[in-house]
């Protein structure tokens, strides 16, 4: 895809409501492909938060969570400008990470 | 354009990688927490997060579907009122393995998470959250029907 | 029992009266025929859905040419014919109401989609309401729930409740319910097993 | 092949029977939440991409596909289709139009365009991205579908008769799930089509994500799934039966502007 991950940070007063869209299949390992084998288990594990490199969140998540994930936080004590990065980590150590400035 | 000399080639695409945080350091994470993870009951997964024991709180504020139409997509969005709150967990009682996600919060970062979890069957998605060194806890029911033709 | 079943055979026909729709435009049989050309060039077979499911029979024809309303004559005589060609099983028409309910919840059947290994499912569920337990239920088709309770199973009540499964044209011409019997979907095993589901006095439609 | 079947078990003792009507809305507060959270976005991106990739024999790109408002104008196109286009002298639906262009300007077969127009989760179809990223361009605009020219208006006649149209072993036209007011098949509730008031909140999201299993889906997927339902052979991809169809649909529900692509079910 084109985009691995698609990020939206917008102030809202002074918080900042951050959307991040993630292209991952998220595989339980329980399902089976269009020819019928299973497919294996293919999930992220792992995502940060940071403004201006100083971590906000940290997220551990598991095969339970939907396939292209899409998560919100909220964060204070930013400003418009601020250099937004997410960064994820998955079981089969594939890596993906974006910058957005918070609009 | 005649053929780009070499020099020039370079420095766009290493223009183009920063813009795209392929540059920015390679970030480093605390091990999963394989043992809550990989719990297969509810029980088993708190205590992997190390929660000795929790009380109910009204604090905890969950919004969540009481009837989803079907399991591949239930959004979950939770909101901490409750002072200094460190971590949110998201557990789904019913699932094969029920640790969906467990968020931490800097400070800087409201105590607050939306997202989309799978749901095998209809089950009570529970929230455990830390605060002031204590664990805290609340859960919603969400009835998984077939939506459509079912064909 | 004669009458008051008489009675109620006839409140059933006018709630299972065809869909009002709007705006449905009057087709003569020119017209009729141009339709039925499209669909020979612009449709192709797959799987088991072979294009010979595009010939138009004379109930079809019928309710096409007449919006679903077409005259009684012609109605009467069609619905006697479908009845005439359902061929009652012998004996009796209860079946075994755990198997109906799988057959109910079933959306399997005569899709292009559906394997040859699939069973043939009746897709009740989709249009009906019959347990109470089952919340995810269609409201195409009046709800059946407590059908046997409030009718008892008396053998014009299984007979029509058979009838009614096989081939729900033959008492209502263009009744929007698929004549399951008819079209080759279900067994007179399944359907017997429906029509256990529907009156047995076990089944959860009537608890 | 019933995923919902395998994943999803129905709660089946123990439910209060809900009263249908707080259901319903329990339903829609669902729908509202996938809706908020939809990952149709992407869609729309690896679309763009795709507009833009030189492709086929001619080792062109679609930037100069002509969706009715002249070559490679996007914004506002995809809300007047279908409509009839002098070069081909048929009405086309965004999907036929888009084929067309492969054709002529790429150069590719039209067997090859079409090997594979419906996708999965794993891998969406190129005609699905490209649909998400060109619905998305009239975002905004008034749906105003072609319906002025002679074949717009046959178009428009045909598909009227097809939605009425009973055939099959199953005896079903559209109408027969489509046709009266508040009903539906499950827990899905069912338009009535051939009225403007249902049909343009239809019309205004088509084509759509489906979170149920991932996957993006155009019109002429619907149509060919509602065939499949309907226990009917399958309809030819693109062909006038299909865009006929699409045509009456789009006139019915014309006037709404175009909000989608959609996050559905």
Not at chain 1, 49 to 74: D, K, T, W
Not at chain 3, 8 to 36: D, G, H, K, N
Request: net charge positive.
């Amino acid at each position: 895809m084109a985009d691995p991950m698609k990020i939206r940070a917008t102030m809202k007063g002074d918080l900042a409501d951050v959307r991040v869209l993630m292209v991952h299949p998220m595989e339980t390992g329980q399902r089976k492909d269009a020819s019928g084998n299973v497919v294996p288990l293919h999930f992220i594990q792992q995502l940060s938060v940071r403004v201006n490199g100083r971590l906000m969140i940290e997220g551990q998540i598991s095969q339970a969570v939907a396939r292209n994930p899409v998560f919100s936080f909220r964060l204070k004590g930013v400003k418009a400008g601020d250099s937004l990065e997410i960064a994820w980590l998955d079981n089969r150590g594939e890596r993906s990470q974006s910058v957005a400035s918070i609009a | 354009m005649m053929a780009m000399n070499p020099l020039r080639r370079i420095s766009l695409r290493l223009a183009g990688a920063l813009a795209a945080g392929l540059l920015l350091p390679l970030r480093a994470f605390a091990a999963w927490n394989k043992e809550a993870f990989q719990s297969r009951t509810a029980a088993d997964a708190l205590k992997g997060l190390g929660v000795a024991a929790s009380s109910d709180s009204k604090d905890i504020v969950i919004e969540a579907p009481q009837i989803a139409e079907n399991g591949q997509v239930v959004p979950v969005e939770v909101t901490s009122q409750l002072p200094n709150t460190k971590s949110i967990a998201v557990v789904i009682e019913k699932n094969p393995f029920p640790l969906a996600a467990k968020f931490e919060f800097g400070d800087g970062a409201l105590p607050y998470i939306k997202v989309n979890v799978k749901m095998g069957e209809s089950s009570f998605v529970r929230v455990v959250a830390e605060a002031g060194g204590r664990f805290y806890t609340a859960s919603k029911e969400v009835k998984v029907t077939i939506g459509g033709c079912g064909g | 029992m004669k009458k008051a079943f008489k009675l109620y055979i006839a409140a059933t026909l006018a709630a299972c009266s065809s869909a009002p729709v709007s705006e449905r435009p009057v087709v003569s049989e020119a017209e009729l025929f141009e339709v039925q050309a499209v669909l020979k060039r612009d449709f192709h077979a797959r799987g088991s859905a072979a294009l010979s499911r595009l010939e138009p029979d004379a109930v079809q024809q019928a309710c096409n040419l007449h919006g679903d309303g077409p005259p009684e004559a012609l109605a009467k005589a069609l619905e006697a014919q479908q009845f005439a060609a359902i061929g009652f099983p012998a004996g009796s028409l209860i079946g075994d109401w755990k198997r109906g309910q799988r057959i109910a919840q079933s959306g399997r059947g005569l899709q292009w989609s559906d394997g040859p290994k699939d069973v043939a499912g009746g897709s009740c569920y989709n249009c009906h309401q019959l347990s109470p337990q089952e919340v995810s239920h269609g409201t195409l088709g009046p709800s059946l729930l407590g059908f046997g309770k409030l009718r008892g199973n008396s053998p014009e009540m299984q007979k029509y409740t058979y009838g009614r499964i096989y081939n729900s044209k033959a008492y209502n011409l263009c009744s929007q319910m698929p004549r399951l019997g008819h079209s080759g979907t279900l067994t007179e095993q399944q359907i017997k097993d429906l029509v256990a589901y529907l009156l047995d006095a076990e089944s959860p439609v009537n608890k | 092949m019933n995923r919902f079947a395998v994943l999803v078990v129905v709660l089946a003792l123990g439910v209060s029977r809900a009263d249908a009507q707080d259901t319903k809305k329990e339903i829609e507060k669902y729908q509202k939440m996938i809706a908020d959270s939809s990952p149709v976005e992407l869609f729309e991106l690896q679309g763009e991409t795709l507009w833009k990739k030189r492709q086929g024999p001619s080792n062109v790109s679609l930037k100069r596909c002509d969706l009715g408002l002249g070559a490679g104008e996007l914004k506002g196109a995809y809300a007047l289709l279908p409509r009839h286009f002098k070069d081909a002298d048929r009405v086309m639906d965004l999907e036929t139009r888009l084929l067309h262009c492969m054709v002529t300007l790429q150069g590719r077969s039209r067997e090859e365009a079409t090997k594979r127009v419906f996708g999965n989760a794993d891998t969406p179809s190129e005609i699905e991205y490209l649909s998400a990223y060109i619905a998305g361009e009239s975002r905004g605009t008034p749906m105003a579908p072609g319906s002025a020219h002679p074949k717009e208006a046959a178009a428009y006649e045909l598909g009227r008769k097809l939605f009425f149209y009973r055939a099959g072993p199953w005896d079903f036209s559209c109408a027969s799930c489509h046709g009266e007011e508040g009903k539906r098949i499950r827990m899905q509730d069912l338009p009535i089509l051939s009225t403007p008031a249902a049909a343009r909140p239809v019309v205004a999201t088509w084509p759509a994500y489906r979170v149920s299993n991932s996957e993006f889906k155009t019109m002429q997927w619907r149509i060919n799934d509602c065939y499949r339902q309907m226990r009917m052979p399958e309809p030819n991809y693109a062909s006038d039966l299909t865009v006929a169809i699409t045509t009456y649909l789009s006139v019915t529900g014309r006037g709404e502007p175009y909000r989608g692509p959609g996050t559905k079910r």
